[in-house]
Nanobody, 121 residues
Framework: QVQLVESGGGLVQPGGSLRLSCAAS????????MGWYRQVPGKERELVAV???????HYASSVVGRFTISRDNAKNTAYLHMDGLKPEDTAVYYC???????????????WGQGTQVTVSS
């Protein structure tokens, strides 16, 4: 079993910063891509940023220049550093990871429980 646990969400004023963390634990042989998604009520979950196992990152156009995704492979942890936060960044942020639990199993995508980010004055 694989678990993803997010942390670091909260309330921040416009223009402020937050750093989200996503720690993977459990039966892990290999982790591929790790990513952050976000969702607001009534809308589909959308990709925010994704990073490969070798550090290649891709961002949604709405966060380019403001958000930075990174990972620590030794800790099985991904981070999302968010600067210049705007009210429209308010959402529940979810971590996603492509994990192979053992060398005999194909990788599957796992989700964290989500962490609320609220940008408001």
């Amino acid at each position: 079993q694989v678990q993803l646990v997010e942390s670091g969400g909260g309330l921040v004023q416009p223009g402020g910063s937050l750093r989200l963390s996503c720690a993977a634990s459990g039966s892990i042989f290999k982790i591929g891509d790790m990513g952050w998604y976000r969702q607001v009520p009534g809308k589909e979950r959308e990709l925010v940023a994704v990073i490969s196992s070798v550090g290649s990152a891709h961002y949604a156009s709405s966060v380019v220049g403001r958000f930075t995704i990174s990972r620590d492979n030794a800790k099985n942890t991904a981070y999302l550093h968010m600067d210049g936060l705007k009210p429209e960044d308010t959402a529940v942020y979810y971590c996603n990871a492509e994990v192979a639990p053992s060398y005999r199993e194909a990788p599957s995508h796992y989700w964290g429980q989500g962490t609320q980010v609220t940008v408001s004055s």
